[in-house]
């Protein structure tokens, strides 16, 4: 069975752009969180999606949406982007009470 | 506030000598413990769920327990292939997908 995929795998950007990142879960999988990850906050939670709508939301500001597609593929969104947001960009999918990561997004902002 | 801290933040052991890493955890309604094993540049790998105290589960030279305060990985006899940031994560209630993690575990072993 095929992991979760996430792309792009690195992406370098300017502040005050956007960016989608996206991600495929494991198949029959219908459950997405999104985590950042950085070295002084460690994981943080972003949301989390099933069959289309957002099921929970972490601390972050508005400039970080997501959504859900009808084959549970999701993509998250950052809008003007700050220096801060550079990060590891993970997402996961579940099923029953185990929560599979994919190899992350690296995004860079200069 | 909801909390989960690891300890110690960085572990160097000699390949074959034994040891823990500890989760303790302050959050309300725990549904599930998982740990983690996070090689650099890569996801986090799913090694455990625990659900109750009590609760014990094994892998390889790797085993996880959980109490109503704390998880312990216990690792024995270490090979250098061990050598991996571990983190703990707790599912504290609502849906599975929102899981609060640690800052983990930093383990190196020296052959």
């Known amino acids: 069975k095929a992991g979760v995929t996430q792309t792009p795998r690195y992406l370098i950007k300017t502040r005050g752009q956007q960016v989608t990142l996206s991600c495929s879960p494991i198949?029959?999988?219908?459950?997405v969180s999104w985590y950042q990850q950085t070295p002084g906050q460690g994981l943080q939670f972003l949301f989390e999606?099933?069959?289309?709508?957002?099921?929970n939301k972490g601390n972050f500001p508005g400039r970080f949406s997501g959504r859900q597609f009808s084959n549970s593929r999701s993509e998250m969104n950052v809008s003007t982007l700050e220096l801060g947001d550079s990060a590891l960009y993970l997402c996961?999918?579940?099923?029953?009470?185990?929560?599979?990561f994919g190899p992350g997004t690296r995004l860079t902002v200069t | 506030e909801d909390q989960v801290t690891q300890s110690p933040e960085a572990l160097r052991l000699q390949e074959g000598e034994s040891s823990s890493l500890n989760c303790s955890y302050t959050?309300?309604?725990?549904?599930?413990l998982f740990w983690y094993r996070q090689d650099p540049g890569k996801g986090p790998e799913f090694l455990f769920t625990l659900y109750s105290a009590g609760e014990e589960k094994e892998k390889e030279r790797l085993k996880a327990t959980l109490t109503k305060k704390e998880s312990f990985l216990h690792i024995t006899a270490p090979k250098p292939e061990d050598s991996a940031t571990y983190l703990c994560?707790?599912?504290?209630?609502?849906?599975?997908?929102?899981?609060?993690f640690g800052k983990g575990t930093k383990l190196s072993v020296k052959p």
């Open positions: 198949s029959g999988h219908r459950s």
């Open positions: 999606y099933f069959s289309e709508t957002q099921r």
């Open positions: 959050v309300s309604g725990l549904r599930g």
């Open positions: 994560a707790v599912w504290h209630g609502g849906s599975q997908g929102n899981l609060i």
């Open positions: 996961a999918s579940s099923f029953s009470g185990e929560q599979y």
